[in-house]
């Protein structure tokens, strides 16, 4: 099984700063690598994923990942951030076409990103 | 409404009684996915589904039921609640290939 670890369970951080979440994935494999955001009282909702090519990964809302084999890691970063991030967000892993017949997904526990003006 | 659909948002049940939780997707999606977020713990699978009339338990499948008679259905039962069982239950979907899933909105569910 695949594990995730997010290395922050909250990040504070002021309107219009940039910011990093960190997320470390464990496998000897190659993997698929998503982010997702969940606002309150909402579902969690896709920002980006990586399953190949390019390293650096763009999404919604000015997200961006980069995927880094040799350290297992695809940390999200937004240049300048806007209170309407404040969110939580979700690193995920699968092991699609891996030797996986389901590709299922192995969440992190989340990052609590609150934005303050 | 294309989509993921989870009824009812709300929920509040009696511990022992039986509650049914219902998703339906719109996309003919082969694989569905019962999701639980508790605080402190993030999602944990409690069943999944590769197709109609194929399921099998993930990490958390204790107390809980499930079936899927039709594609586009994957209801979530249990069986005689607890109140352990307060949490925020997630239904998702994802087609061949698994591009990421698609998630619904979500059910709290409070056991009194």
């Known amino acids: 099984a695949q594990s995730v670890t997010q290395l922050d369970s909250q990040v504070p951080v002021f309107e219009e700063a940039p910011v990093e979440l960190r997320c470390n994935y464990s496998s000897s494999v190659s993997v698929y690598l998503f982010w997702y955001v969940q606002y309150p009282n909402q579902g969690l909702q896709l920002l980006l994923k990586y399953l190949s090519g390019s390293t650096l990964v763009k999404g919604i809302n000015g997200f961006e990942a980069e995927f880094n084999k040799s350290q297992t890691s695809f940390h999200l970063r937004k240049p300048s951030v806007h209170i309407s991030d404040t969110a939580e967000y979700f690193c995920a892993v699968s092991d699609w076409g891996r030797g996986s017949t389901l590709g299922r997904l192995y969440f992190g526990r989340g990052t609590q990103l609150t934005v303050w003006p | 409404d294309a989509g993921i659909t989870q009824s009812p948002r709300y929920k509040i049940t009696e511990t022992g009684r039986q509650v049914t939780l219902m998703c339906h997707q719109t996309w003919s999606h082969s694989y569905m996915f019962w999701y639980r977020q508790d605080l402190g713990h993030g999602l944990r699978l409690i069943y999944y589904?590769?197709?109609?009339?194929?399921?099998d338990k993930g990490e958390v499948p204790d107390g809980y039921v499930v079936s899927r008679s039709k594609t586009e259905n994957f209801p979530l039962t249990l069986e005689s609640a607890t109140r352990s069982q307060t949490s925020v239950y997630f239904c998702a979907s994802s087609g061949q290939g698994n591009y990421g899933y698609t998630f619904g909105s979500g059910t709290r569910l409070t056991v009194v």
């Open positions: 589904s590769a197709a109609a009339d194929i399921t």
